[in-house]
């Protein structure tokens, strides 16, 4: 048997019904905003990920799905969905429009991580980017929509963590504190930090690795907020008043570093209780500097993505349902074989208003009102010779068990008026 490919996973059923539900409250709260929703492709020139994303990240070193096309250029399946964006904010002039440009979308990412519970090699996120403004209403504006779009899902066991990566200098500043505070110790690091100690400190605080934690608790290592300068200081303080102001409950995380490089300032993830070891549901931050990276106009940002899997197992925990998938109006049963061409007729003329299939086989009534019923139908439809002759149905309502014979017209009025 061939096999899905490992961290992959096929959605139908109730998972797909999650996923609905998270990209449709998507929709709505980032329409509300006025945000306008795009779809870039999948794959892109790998440089957009490198120079976006990050050449020290873990995603960008170890995490890519890439290959190369038939010239010998390297592409890659977009591990995320900002650096895109801003890529196609870009190439299709959007700087002249009226500033800020909202943007959302939802789709499949492609990580090479270990698969785990909540962890897959593909993925999906839905997004909101703001581009083309600094100002931190905006930063608030992203994060409590973020916040109340797993809200509004009826997620409660969640906790927002909002931190400061604070301005390039400030990390600069950090990253100096950082190596000349653990160089002594690096033969206690593990293998990737010691490399990180190298290529960019902050990572370290992010590693999993006990030693690694152990180390940077004995050792004190102070948090990145505490490097703020005084324009990134002000901006955070600015976005927690926004924040309060909106009602949006936070923590102040002083040690959150996020995976992506192009962070500035503002960043900050949501965690839900009850998930383990990846609880993250999401996250985002401000990025301006990245649109200049991928060779454009300053344009400051600021956006998030949500893990539609992770928000979908969150739901699960807590006891969510998704928004049921609408089930079958109308199952018409042949009487006779020489009516099975008809049962597709008469099926068709109900498309697209009702939701209808039929029988492929001749059934008897008993046992085809009995297949309706196992098909979740709301009402069936028995087409016999006299049915065929006269142009009409016997339609039985399988919750009343009532029964009529109506023309067409007269099954539709009769199904609305019993569904609506
Ligand atoms: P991120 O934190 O890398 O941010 O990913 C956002 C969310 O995607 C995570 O919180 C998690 O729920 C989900 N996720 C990430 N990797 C996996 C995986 N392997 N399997 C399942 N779920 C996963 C970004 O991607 C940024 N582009 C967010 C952003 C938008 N920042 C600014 N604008």
């Given at each position: 048997m ?15 019904a ?9 929709r ?5 905003a006025g945000?306008e ?7 892109e ?9 990050g ?16 010239g010998?250029r390297?592409l ?9 964006v ?7 002039g ?6 800020p ?16 519970k ?37 997620l ?13 200098a ?5 990253n ?16 990737d ?15 999993k690795a006990?030693?690694?934690r ?8 102070r ?31 002083p040690?959150?570093?996020r ?12 965690h ?15 990025y ?15 956006g998030?993505?949500?893990?539609v ?22 199952y ?5 074989p ?8 008469v ?11 039929y ?27 006299d ?24 099954v539709k ?5 019993g569904?609506a």
């Open positions: 061939i096999r899905a490919v490992k961290g992959t996973h096929d959605l139908f059923g109730s998972a797909l999650y996923h609905r539900t998270v990209v449709e409250a998507t709505r709260w980032a329409s509300a945000a929703e795009i779809a870039t492709p999948i794959f020139h790998t440089e957009v990920f490198e120079r976006g994303v050449q020290t990240t873990d995603i960008v070193q170890k995490e890519m799905f890439s290959f190369s096309d038939r010998q390297s890659t399946l977009r591990p995320e969905g900002t650096a895109g801003v890529r196609a904010y870009i190439e299709h959007m700087k002249v429009r009226p500033q440009v909202r943007l959302w979308y939802a789709g499949p990412m492609f990580r090479a991580e270990r698969p785990q909540g962890r897959q090699r593909q993925f999906h996120q839905t997004g909101y980017e703001v581009i083309g403004a600094a100002e931190p209403e905006v930063d608030a504006e992203a994060v409590a929509l973020s916040w109340w779009i797993l809200a509004d899902l009826g409660q066991r969640l906790h927002l963590k909002l931190g400061s990566v604070g301005d390039a400030d990390r600069a500043r950090y100096a504190y950082l190596r000349e505070r653990l160089e002594p110790h690096a033969g206690e690091l593990s293998e930090s010691r490399r990180r100690l190298q290529t960019n400190p902050m990572r370290i605080l992010d590693s006990e030693a690694d152990r180390l940077l608790e004995a050792l004190e290592v948090p990145m907020l505490e490097f703020l300068g005084e324009a990134a200081r002000k901006h955070f303080e600015a976005v927690q008043a926004r924040l309060r102001a909106l009602g949006v409950p936070f923590e102040v995380d040690t959150i570093v995976g992506l490089d192009y962070y500035v300032r503002t960043s900050w993830e949501i839900h209780e009850l998930l383990g070891a990846q609880s993250a549901l999401g996250g985002g931050g401000r301006d500097g990245l649109s200049e990276l991928l060779g454009g106009p300053p344009a400051p940002g600021v998030w993505a949500l893990g899997e992770r928000v979908a197992l969150a739901m699960e925990a807590e006891g969510l349902s998704p928004a049921p998938s609408p089930g079958l109006d109308l018409v049963v042949p009487l006779e020489e009516l099975v061409p008809r049962a597709l007729e099926a068709a003329r109900f498309w697209p208003e009702l939701r209808v299939q029988a492929l086989k001749a059934r008897k009534p008993g046992k085809g009102l009995q297949e309706a019923e196992k098909k979740g139908a709301r009402f069936a439809g028995l087409l016999g010779p049915e065929a002759a006269a142009g009409t149905l016997t339609v039985k309502d399988l919750k009343s068990g009532e029964q009529r014979t109506l023309r067409p017209d007269e009025e009769w199904i609305r008026g569904t």
